[in-house]
């Protein structure tokens, strides 16, 4: 079957930096996206990775490793509004998205 | 970017009332509408797909005939609630995508919290 894990809570300091880890299983891969949604809001789109390899946008970076079925939200810098769950989804063979159950992260001060 | 409008924000209803949720696509033609429901610290959890001017495709434990949804034109898909009961109550996210747009990330539109009561 198709599955998505990731680590349901996390807490980290202001300023710090953070790895949020994903591991996917699809039928075929399309893609694996990460996406911010703050309490009560849709989700925004952060990054997609494709192929293997870092991908860096500011403070935040993705990574992904296909052979391993593998990626993470790397978010440095940490400010407090960056609290908020992380979602990680694969796109399989059908384009269509797998979605985690989410990460929350938690900024202390 | 592509942009997904959703209307109304929030809504409370009675219980046995129906809704009906718009999502709407403004500067893109949009093929294919997903609609999600969220309930409180729990995952997306897809609902149905639609494709414009076919019947929408819905995940397994999702009644079709409670939740209606319509993909008449491109830019336009509604749910609607039916026959709504407390239970129902959940947060409904669309995005939309196209044929074009495969394969490159969802865009939103802002949710609808809906409240029975």
């Known amino acids: 079957g198709q599955n998505i894990d990731q680590p349901t809570e996390m807490t980290a300091t202001e300023g710090a930096i953070v790895q949020i880890n994903c591991t996917y299983q699809?039928?075929?891969?399309?893609?694996l996206f990460w996406y911010q949604q703050h309490a009560g809001e849709a989700p925004t789109f952060l990054s997609y990775?494709?192929l293997d390899g870092l991908e860096e946008k500011g403070r935040f970076s993705s990574f992904l490793s296909r052979s391993k079925g593998y990626s993470y939200l790397l978010l440095k810098e940490l400010q407090m509004k960056d609290s908020a769950s992380y979602l990680c989804?694969?796109?399989?063979?059908?384009?269509?998205?797998?979605w985690g159950a989410g990460t929350k992260l938690i900024i202390k001060p | 970017g592509a942009v997904v409008s959703q209307h109304p924000s929030w809504v409370i209803c009675k219980s046995g009332t129906s809704v009906k949720i718009e999502c709407r696509s403004l500067?893109?033609?949009?093929?294919?509408m997903f609609w999600y429901r969220q309930f409180p610290k729990q995952s997306l959890m897809l609902m149905a797909t639609?494709?414009?001017?076919?019947?929408?495709?819905?995940e397994q434990g999702v009644e079709k005939d409670k939740f209606l949804i319509n993909h008449a034109s491109l830019t336009l898909s509604t749910l609607t609630v039916t026959s709504a009961h407390p239970e129902d109550s959940s947060f409904y996210i669309c995005?939309?995508?196209?044929?074009?747009?495969?394969?490159?990330?969802?865009?939103f539109g802002n949710g609808t919290r809906l409240t029975v009561t």
């Open positions: 995005s939309a995508t196209s044929a074009a747009r495969m394969g490159s990330p969802l865009h």
């Open positions: 500067d893109f033609q949009a093929t294919t």
């Open positions: 639609s494709n414009e001017g076919s019947k929408a495709t819905y």
């Open positions: 699809t039928s075929g891969f399309n893609g």
């Open positions: 990775n494709v």
């Open positions: 989804a694969a796109m399989d063979s059908n384009y269509q998205l797998i």
